[in-house]
Structures are given as structure tokens and as C-alpha cells.
Nanobody, 126 residues
């Protein structure tokens, strides 16, 4: 079982920036593919960004492309989501995720996610 712990998030004005972080643990010799999803009130959980275990490959939802950047940290199985030019519609709970197939990156369907973090709130005021 993979455990995910997120940090960061908070309240920011439109146009501002925030960074959220996630650390995964559970299987010491495996490098996980990881990603971020978000869920706004009354809406379904949606894909935001994904990154391969090597960090070479990344993917983004069209709504965040050019504004958000996903990256891996130096520590094994850590990932960051840098969010710039934030908009009120980016307001949501952001969840770190590892797919069921833990080394297959690019998973965009929440039903293919095997492990979720507890979520961190990001609020963008207008």
C-alpha cells in the first residue's frame, strides 16, 4: 500500500502562485508514477497533471497547461505542483495520486488511481 502526504496550498489572490508538495512511501525500491487531481465543490474529481517516475515525461490538463508545472524532488517519490497565474476557477481540493499500475504514468481517469493523498485546499480569490 502506498501512503501519500501532501503539504502546501492555502489562500491566494487571482494571478498569484502557490506550490503543493507530496511525498509517497510504501515500497522502498519502486519509483512511482505520480500525479495531481483536483475536486471543486459539487464537481467530479478531475485530472490536473502527471509525471513519470524518471521525471522526463509530464502531462497536463488543457485548463492548466502553461500555468502549472509538475516536477519531482530530489528525495525519492516526492512531487511538486507549482501553480502560477492562478484563477478563481482553480479553487479546489488538490489530491496527490499514484496509479494502480504504479509505474505507468499519465493516468487521467480517477478510477485508475490506486492511492490518494488526504487532499489540500487551494482557494483563489477574485
Amino acid at each position: 500500500q502506498v501512503q501519500l502526504v501532501e503539504s502546501g496550498g492555502g489562500l491566494v489572490q487571482a494571478g498569484g502562485a502557490l506550490r503543493v508538495s507530496c511525498a509517497a512511501s510504501g515500497r522502498p525500491f519502486i519509483t512511482y508514477a505520480m500525479g495531481w487531481f483536483r475536486q471543486a465543490p459539487g464537481k467530479e474529481r478531475e485530472f490536473v497533471a502527471a509525471i513519470s517516475g524518471s521525471g522526463v515525461s509530464t502531462g497536463y490538463a488543457d485548463s492548466v497547461k502553461g500555468r502549472f508545472t509538475i516536477s519531482r524532488g530530489n528525495a525519492k517519490n516526492t512531487v511538486f505542483l507549482q501553480m502560477n497565474s492562478l484563477k478563481p476557477e482553480d479553487t479546489a481540493v488538490y489530491y496527490c495520486a499514484v496509479p494502480r499500475k504504479i509505474t505507468t504514468w499519465g493516468t487521467r481517469d480517477p478510477s485508475d488511481i490506486g492511492s490518494w493523498g488526504q487532499g489540500t485546499q487551494v482557494t483563489v480569490s477574485s
